[in-house]
């Protein structure tokens, strides 16, 4: 008896009814996420509309191995801006779970000030951040900060910036970046942003935030669910699955201008959208021939062409970051696992499983280097697992039991996903190393399907 785990797996069995009855799926849907979406759909929330009721809250536990103390003074001029940008940078550092706030004791610093050193070095910051904010012509505003090194006593560089209002926030963000690198050696990714979806009053809505949760936009309405979004390469499109059709069809949404391109709506399930690392095409699960497959297809939607070649059911295709290769679950071994094929297809080099720990593994994300694998695994619970793609080692890296669709941050140092806590649907990041953890959630009503969006251009 073939069972459905998919993304879209409602309309999968919806579709798997109408087939003959040896060919339906019996039994229920094993994901228990996919479970919990289905009370989801059918909860009646008494949510307040708005963007502005679905901003995240984001709580933090555990910290990393070693933590930088950093110093970061309070920007001169602020005051002015509508935005604290210090207050965001300390909260984007504190995130990191690796750099650590030294109190600056209310102490205001411009970049340019002749700043003593040693005196914040006897205060225990390793770094020292001072800047300045200052009203421009057109309603601007000029923000300049500096790093400084108080251990070896040296300036580490800083940036200055000319922004509208409404990038006060970004710009924070791109200083937390900087910051973060030139301590640690590593790009930061409080810059990018984060799609997922809430369900409001009646109405689903698709929303993009800062990756702090907060500045949260929405790009769609619904009064059907959506799900699976996925970010293009450059951040500029967001493809996702709509039932707004009463099946699900993929679209593709261009956030600058709103305007939405019908992808793929073939007959059956069109699910579980997943981009080229060139942005040139999408990878989908459709079920158009009988049982789910994975094709191919251009941005645009034409040029559809099957790449899995099996009886099984092929579904949630991931492209790896060099584009050679695309990563999938199938349960042609009896139990789904997942599977690694040439991007090409399968008759290009057939499919190679690459998960043997556990019975039961689905959702595969790939690192942003290709190095690791990040999945669901059912074991206690549906827990998330990373593996080294080099080895097959795995560590499990939660203690949540109800995991679901895993999201690598740009730098590939924290996984995004959607889990439940304290009888919550809620969202939440872990490091890789499994010593930081956050937890997303709005202050009423559930959040699912999460994806954390590319460095932005």
């Given at each position: 008896?073939?069972k459905l ?16 009855a040896s060919?339906?799926?019996t ?8 479970r ?9 929330m ?5 963007a502005?009721h ?5 709580e ?6 070693s933590?930088?103390?950093?110093a ?14 210090t207050?965001i ?9 690796r ?5 600056p004791?209310?102490?205001t610093v411009a970049?340019?000030?002749n700043?003593?050193?040693?005196s914040w070095?006897s205060r ?5 951040v001072?800047?300045?904010v200052t009203?421009a ?14 251990v070896k ?5 800083g940036?200055a910036?000319t922004?509208?209002?409404s ?6 963000h791109?200083?937390?970046d ?12 409080f810059a990018?942003?984060?799609?997922y979806?809430s369900k409001?009053g009646g109405?689903y809505?698709l929303l993009?935030s800062d ?5 949260a936009q ?10 699976s979004?996925?970010w293009s ?5 967001v ?5 707004e ?9 261009d ?8 992808v793929?709506?073939?007959?059956g ?6 981009w ?5 095409y999408?990878?989908?699960a459709?079920?158009r ?7 191919q ?6 040029g559809?062409r099957?790449l899995s ?9 991931q492209?790896?970051?060099?584009g050679?290769?695309?990563y999938f679950?199938?349960?042609?071994g009896g139990a ?5 094929m040439?991007?090409s297809?399968e ?10 720990k ?13 190095k690791y694998?990040?999945?669901i695994?059912?074991?206690?619970g549906?827990?998330l697992?990373l593996?080294?793609l080099s080895?097959?080692d ?7 039991a109800n995991d679901?669709?895993?999201?690598f941050?740009?730098?590939g ?10 009888g919550?649907a809620?969202?939440a990041a872990?490091?890789?190393d499994g010593?930081?953890?956050?937890v ?5 009503g559930?959040v699912?399907?999460p994806s954390?969006g590319?460095f932005m251009q």
């Amino acid at each position: 008896m073939r069972k459905l785990w998919a993304p879209n797996w409602l309309s999968a069995r919806r579709h798997n009814a109408n087939q003959p009855a040896s060919q339906r799926a019996t039994g229920p849907a094993p994901l228990a996420g996919r479970r919990a979406l289905m009370a989801w759909l059918a909860a009646a929330m008494t949510m307040a509309a708005g963007a502005a009721h679905a901003q995240l809250n984001v709580e933090i536990s555990g910290v990393g191995s070693s933590q930088i103390p950093v110093a970061t003074a309070n920007f001169q001029g602020e005051a002015q801006a509508p935005q604290n940008l210090t207050a965001i940078i300390r909260s984007d550092l504190a995130r990191s779970g690796r750099l650590r706030n030294v109190d600056p004791g209310g102490a205001t610093v411009a970049e340019s000030a002749n700043v003593d050193l040693g005196s914040w070095k006897s205060r225990g910051a390793d770094a020292f951040v001072a800047g300045s904010v200052t009203p421009a012509a057109g309603g601007k505003y000029e923000v300049r900060f500096r790093l400084y090194d108080t251990v070896k006593g040296q300036s580490l560089g800083g940036l200055a910036f000319t922004v509208n209002q409404s990038q006060l926030r970004v710009t924070a963000h791109k200083i937390a970046d900087y910051i973060y690198e030139k301590l640690l050696g590593e790009r930061g990714v409080f810059a990018t942003r984060l799609s997922y979806v809430s369900k409001v009053g009646g109405r689903y809505q698709l929303l993009i935030s800062d990756s702090d949760g907060q500045n949260a936009q929405v790009a769609l309405t619904s009064n059907e669910p959506i799900i699976s979004p996925s970010w293009s390469p450059d951040g500029a499109r967001v493809a996702y699955v709509s039932f707004e059709s009463r099946k699900p069809v993929v679209y593709v949404h261009d956030l600058a201008s709103g305007k939405r391109t019908l992808v793929s709506n073939q007959k059956g399930n069109n699910s579980a959208p997943s981009w080229s690392p060139d942005g040139r095409y999408l990878a989908l699960a459709l079920s158009r021939d009988g049982n789910t497959q994975v094709y191919q297809v251009n941005a645009d939607g034409s040029g559809i062409r099957r790449l899995s070649r099996s009886s099984a059911i092929d579904t949630e295709p991931q492209y790896s970051p060099d584009g050679k290769s695309i990563y999938f679950t199938s349960d042609r071994g009896g139990a789904p696992q997942i599977y690694r094929m040439p991007a090409s297809g399968e008759e290009g080099g057939g499919a190679q499983r690459v998960t043997f720990k556990g019975s039961y593994n689905v959702s595969p994300r790939i690192s942003p280097d290709g190095k690791y694998l990040a999945y669901i695994s059912r074991a206690g619970g549906f827990k998330l697992q990373l593996q080294d793609l080099s080895n097959g080692d795995v560590t499990s890296l939660t203690d949540t039991a109800n995991d679901e669709a895993p999201s690598f941050a740009a730098n590939g140092k924290y996984i995004l996903y959607a889990t439940r806590v304290g009888g919550r649907a809620v969202l939440a990041a872990v490091s890789t190393d499994g010593r930081t953890r956050q937890v997303l959630s709005l202050q009423s009503g559930d959040v699912r399907e999460p994806s954390w969006g590319p460095f932005m251009q």
